[in-house]
């Protein structure tokens, strides 16, 4: 019934734009010059593009528009191809300028509004991803959600929707608050693990690994709840879901096998084809995974990819002692992927008549380029032993040729991913490693912390204000695991710290809220693993092994209310359990909830 009062009040009404085109905002004064390098690069849009704050909610209900939040981040290939074909066109600028507020997200800065809109578009459409354009209503209820849309159906779906908005303003916010309404979903299962491990099982590509039969995402919080529910009770079955999953990832194309670090995705099931941005926080998770995978599966491959993900980052993504938040997808020239695709008669050119045999078998050179750009130097099937010396010695002939083609970096420095790499570096055992470690552990807690209050980050020299859960959690995450490694006492009481600030600031009334301060009329689930791990579960799991009576006390009573709370599919509910299957939570979560 929701989505039908969407469908009629929104997707099926397209009609022709309005002949009354209002002038051209100079949108370059508002995003000129942001310390966000995303919204940095609209400044120059003819779009008049305003950041999200409660003016522009303001300046909505002042004119009666809706809004148009666009989300999306620098490193994302298609925000660059949505910005060339719609964000740049005039004619969809004068519409959005005249009939709408246009508002950009940088969605590393505003992780709680994308987790909500990105919900929204979930419940609504089907999907989710970026860039994510939502229409919302004056009074902050998500209308409408799409993704990315080649430039005349985005044109016609934001005239629609202008149009039905003057004709039936009352029928379209009517609308938006059903689609905002609560879901009905079962409760958490009482053997939660065996719930979550049948979805889990149901969800896994068993000849490929990961999960899901089109594109693959490393799906790093559920990677990490397996290993820890093999820890506590070691399956057969798991241990090898895990071995192919993490062979694929480190085997095949998510991989950049010439200089290290995994890219965000591939676009089809076999990890062969990536998108090419490479983020932050997934190489940190990916170097957390496969380090504690190591020691659980005894496999050195595993070891080596957690060493070279971690030396890829210190390499290419250190600034200061800590670290920025991601490579973009395209390169100086603009080029999908050009900072890793190679011609083959260039790769021909670079190796000896032995190697380029192997090789042009391996990388499937015989074939036509996938990309426009050439051929990615990844293995398309296992190599042989003799196959495999030849491979390394050709990926160091052309790393050694590739230097200086470097991907643009997005400089801005997010205090909870370089939490989650605190984690990683703390528990490897390289001693490079340990004092990276001890400089980023130092970065956070003289640059992002005020002795009150954690920053969100800097950028470009500006602080950025406003962390929110996920980065109170992720830092404490982080630094507790540092303080564990060391044995340092002055690491642990700020690990504590962390955790007393992130509860006064984002736990009331029972219940977790992703950001100080909300603008939406609805919020995100603090509980729901996505990329990233769910904030909440992370921040109770602290608790309940941080030795504080006050913080254990709190975790204890969020966790069994966790337990009777909606949750959904299981699936998505990884990371919280994963905590209660840790030895003795989940009695006290029961003596917490009488």
Same mark, same amino acid.
């Not at 397996?226 to 009770?233: D, F, S, T, W």
């Not at 926080?281 to 990819?305: K, M, P, T, V, W």
């Given at each position: 019934?929701?989505?039908?009062?969407?469908?009629?009040?929104?997707?099926?009404?397209?009609?022709?734009?309005?002949?009354?085109?209002?002038?051209?905002?100079?949108?370059?004064?508002?995003?000129?010059?942001?310390?966000?390098?995303?919204?940095?690069?609209?400044?120059?849009?003819?779009?008049?593009?305003?950041?999200?704050?409660?003016?522009?909610?303001?300046?909505?209900?002042?004119?009666?528009?809706?809004?148009?939040?666009?989300?999306?981040?620098?490193?994302?290939?298609?925000?660059?191809?949505?910005?060339?074909?719609?964000?740049?066109?005039?004619?969809?600028?004068?519409?959005?300028?005249?009939?709408?507020?246009?508002?950009?997200?940088?969605?590393?800065?505003?992780?709680?509004?994308?987790?909500?809109?990105?919900?929204?578009?979930?419940?609504?459409?089907?999907?989710?991803?970026?860039?994510?354009?939502?229409?919302?209503?004056?009074?902050?209820?998500?209308?409408?959600?799409?993704?990315?849309?080649?430039?005349?159906?985005?044109?016609?779906?934001?005239?629609?929707?202008?149009?039905?908005?003057?004709?039936?303003?009352?029928?379209?916010?009517?609308?938006?608050?059903?689609?905002?309404?609560?879901?009905?979903?079962?409760?958490?299962?009482?053997?939660?693990?065996?719930?979550?491990?049948?979805?889990?099982?149901?969800?896994?590509?068993?000849?490929?690994?990961?999960?899901?039969?089109?594109?693959?995402?490393?799906?790093?919080?559920?990677?990490?709840?397996?290993?820890?529910?093999?820890?506590?009770?070691?399956?057969?079955?798991?241990?090898?879901?895990?071995?192919?999953?993490?062979?694929?990832?480190?085997?095949?194309?998510?991989?950049?096998?010439?200089?290290?670090?995994?890219?965000?995705?591939?676009?089809?099931?076999?990890?062969?084809?990536?998108?090419?941005?490479?983020?932050?926080?997934?190489?940190?998770?990916?170097?957390?995974?496969?380090?504690? &995978?190591?020691?659980?599966?005894?496999?050195?491959? *595993? $070891?080596? @990819? #957690?060493? /070279?993900?971690?030396? +890829?980052?210190?390499? %290419?993504?250190?600034?200061?002692?800590?670290?920025?938040?991601?490579?973009?997808?395209?390169?100086?020239?603009?080029?999908?992927?050009?900072?890793?695709?190679?011609?083959?008669?260039?790769?021909?050119?670079?190796?000896?008549?032995?190697?380029?045999?192997?090789?042009?078998?391996?990388?499937?050179?015989?074939?036509?380029?996938?990309?426009?750009?050439?051929?990615?130097?990844?293995?398309?099937?296992?190599?042989?032993?003799?196959?495999?010396?030849?491979?390394?010695?050709?990926?160091?002939?052309?790393?050694?040729?590739?230097?200086?083609?470097?991907?643009?970096?997005?400089?801005?420095?997010?205090?909870?991913?370089?939490?989650?790499?605190?984690? &990683?570096?703390?528990?490897?055992?390289?001693?490079? *490693? $340990?004092? @990276? #470690?001890? /400089?980023?552990?130092? +970065?956070?807690?003289? %640059?992002?912390?005020?002795?009150?209050?954690?920053?969100?980050?800097?950028?470009?020299?500006?602080?950025?204000?406003?962390?929110?859960?996920?980065?109170?959690?992720?830092?404490?995450?982080?630094?507790?695991?540092?303080?564990?490694?060391?044995?340092?006492?002055?690491?642990?009481?700020?690990?504590?710290?962390?955790?007393?600030?992130?509860?006064?600031?984002?736990?009331?009334?029972?219940?977790?809220?992703?950001?100080?301060?909300?603008?939406?009329?609805?919020?995100?689930?603090?509980?729901?693993?996505?990329?990233?791990?769910?904030?909440?579960?992370?921040?109770?799991?602290?608790?309940?092994?941080?030795?504080?009576?006050?913080?254990?006390?709190? &975790?204890?009573?969020?966790?069994?209310?966790?337990?009777?709370?909606?949750?959904?599919?299981?699936?998505?509910?990884?990371?919280?359990?994963?905590?209660?299957?840790?030895?003795?939570?989940?009695?006290?979560?029961?003596?917490?909830?009488?």
């Amino acid at each position: 019934m929701m989505k039908s009062i969407l469908l009629r009040g929104v997707v099926l009404v397209f009609v022709i734009l309005s002949t009354w085109q209002p002038p051209q905002a100079d949108a370059a004064s508002r995003l000129a010059g942001n310390a966000s390098p995303y919204l940095a690069m609209h400044a120059e849009d003819p779009v008049d593009w305003r950041e999200w704050n409660a003016a522009a909610l303001a300046e909505a209900r002042r004119h009666g528009r809706l809004l148009l939040v666009s989300v999306g981040y620098f490193a994302c290939h298609w925000c660059h191809v949505m910005q060339r074909e719609s964000y740049r066109d005039a004619e969809v600028a004068r519409l959005l300028n005249g009939q709408f507020i246009p508002v950009k997200v940088d969605k590393e800065l505003n992780a709680g509004l994308d987790a909500t809109l990105q919900a929204f578009s979930e419940r609504t459409r089907g999907r989710a991803g970026w860039p994510l354009n939502v229409f919302v209503t004056p009074d902050g209820q998500p209308l409408f959600a799409m993704q990315y849309a080649p430039r005349d159906e985005f044109l016609r779906i934001a005239a629609a929707l202008a149009e039905r908005w003057r004709k039936d303003r009352a029928g379209l916010e009517a609308a938006a608050r059903a689609a905002s309404a609560p879901v009905s979903q079962p409760p958490m299962p009482a053997d939660s693990r065996a719930a979550y491990l049948a979805r889990a099982f149901e969800e896994a590509d068993w000849l490929r690994g990961g999960f899901g039969a089109v594109a693959k995402f490393p799906q790093a919080p559920q990677l990490m709840a397996l290993l820890e529910l093999h820890a506590a009770r070691p399956d057969a079955k798991l241990a090898e879901l895990l071995r192919l999953t993490l062979d694929r990832m480190a085997g095949r194309g998510l991989q950049d096998h010439l200089s290290g670090g995994f890219f965000r995705y591939t676009v089809d099931p076999d990890w062969q084809q990536p998108h090419f941005e490479k983020m932050l926080y997934d190489n940190a998770q990916l170097a957390l995974i496969y380090g504690r &995978a190591a020691r659980l599966l005894g496999d050195e491959r *595993h $070891a080596a @990819a #957690a060493r /070279r993900t971690l030396d +890829f980052l210190m390499a %290419r993504m250190e600034r200061d002692g800590a670290f920025v938040a991601s490579l973009s997808a395209l390169d100086a020239a603009g080029v999908e992927g050009g900072s890793y695709l190679w011609p083959a008669g260039r790769i021909e050119a670079l190796l000896d008549a032995e190697e380029w045999r192997a090789v042009r078998a391996l990388w499937a050179l015989d074939s036509a380029p996938p990309f426009e750009a050439g051929f990615l130097p990844a293995p398309q099937r296992e190599a042989s032993a003799a196959e495999a010396g030849l491979q390394q010695s050709a990926w160091a002939k052309l790393a050694k040729a590739r230097t200086g083609s470097q991907a643009p970096r997005d400089e801005k420095i997010v205090a909870g991913w370089n939490g989650l790499l605190l984690a &990683a570096l703390a528990e490897s055992a390289e001693k490079t *490693h $340990a004092v @990276a #470690a001890e /400089r980023l552990y130092r +970065f956070i807690r003289s %640059r992002l912390w005020t002795g009150q209050a954690l920053h969100k980050g800097v950028s470009g020299g500006q602080v950025l204000p406003g962390a929110e859960l996920e980065d109170y959690a992720y830092a404490a995450f982080g630094v507790w695991h540092y303080a564990l490694a060391r044995g340092d006492e002055e690491a642990r009481r700020f690990a504590l710290e962390l955790q007393r600030a992130a509860w006064r600031r984002f736990h009331r009334q029972g219940v977790f809220h992703l950001e100080a301060r909300r603008l939406l009329a609805a919020g995100a689930d603090a509980w729901e693993d996505g990329y990233l791990p769910a904030p909440a579960p992370v921040l109770v799991g602290l608790g309940l092994q941080s030795g504080d009576a006050g913080l254990a006390a709190m &975790a204890s009573k969020a966790l069994a209310r966790a337990r009777g709370m909606p949750s959904g599919d299981p699936f998505w509910r990884a990371s919280l359990v994963a905590i209660l299957a840790r030895p003795g939570a989940s009695a006290d979560a029961s003596r917490s909830g009488r």
